[in-house]
């Protein structure tokens, strides 16, 4: 069954840095592009980049730009997505997404909610 | 780039018909026809519902319709069920391979 896999939970300390994984299975992981989107709680969505997990390629969000950092590991199966420079209103559930033809997430992640706590 | 308007929320009773707007610019929802719908209940991840603004993946019900005009898309739901209580997204290309959120409507089944 085709699916993606991120740990529940992550706590960081502000200023520090975050690194949740996505573990792709049921489909060829490099033939998609897998995005981040991230949820502050009670609050909406919000669109942070992506990644092509077959050609490494990556693409940020503005807000974003100076802070996240895509990556993948092919032989895993698994893409990453490290937020540094942490700060309380980080704090948010960051979901994995896979995109299908015409800008469709098609597959998500269940989330993993990180805390930014002292 | 500020997120696409959707209204805080919409609220019905069971077997009537509910419409959420969307709307964007020329930049996103006007440029394209690559807008999609997302349904979220509490705790959950998101879940596809409508895409390329009009298409419903397998296993949707019909009852949920999508349309656009102009820099404007909308999701229908007919025949409100008391288990289409959730948050809506829409969601569009907004070109230079980025995407852009709604601000999400909640929907209340009274």
């Known amino acids: 069954q085709v699916q993606l896999v991120q740990p529940g939970a992550a706590v960081a300390r502000p200023g520090a840095s975050v690194k949740v994984s996505c573990e792709a299975s049921g489909y060829t992981f490099g033939t998609y592009t897998l995005h981040w989107v991230r949820q502050v709680p009670g609050q909406g969505l919000e669109w942070m980049g992506w990644?092509?997990?077959?050609?490494?390629?990556?693409k940020y969000a503005q807000r974003f730009q100076d802070r996240v950092t895509l990556s993948r590991d092919t032989s895993a199966s698994t893409g990453y997505m490290e937020l540094s420079s942490l700060r309380s209103e980080d704090t948010a559930v960051y979901f994995c997404?896979?995109?299908?033809?015409?800008?469709?997430?098609?597959?998500w992640g269940q989330g993993t909610m990180v805390t930014v706590s002292s | 780039q500020s997120a696409l308007t959707q209204p805080a929320s919409v609220s019905g009773s069971p077997g009537q018909s509910i419409t959420i707007s969307c709307t964007g610019t020329?930049?996103?929802?006007?440029?394209?026809?690559?807008v999609s719908w997302y349904q979220q209940y509490p705790g959950k991840a998101p879940q596809l519902i409508i895409f390329e603004v009009t298409k419903r993946p397998s296993g949707v019900s019909n009852r949920f319709s999508g349309s656009k005009s102009g820099h404007t898309a909308s999701l229908t739901i007919s025949g409100l069920q008391v288990e289409d209580e959730a948050s809506f997204y829409c969601?569009?290309?907004?070109?230079?391979?980025?995407?852009?959120f709604g601000g999400g409507t909640k929907l209340t089944v009274l």
């Open positions: 020329s930049s996103d929802i006007g440029k394209s026809n690559l």
């Open positions: 990644i092509n997990a077959g050609s490494g390629d990556t």
């Open positions: 997404a896979r995109k299908n033809v015409g800008y469709v997430f098609d597959i």
């Open positions: 969601c569009s290309y907004a070109g230079s391979m980025t995407v852009i």
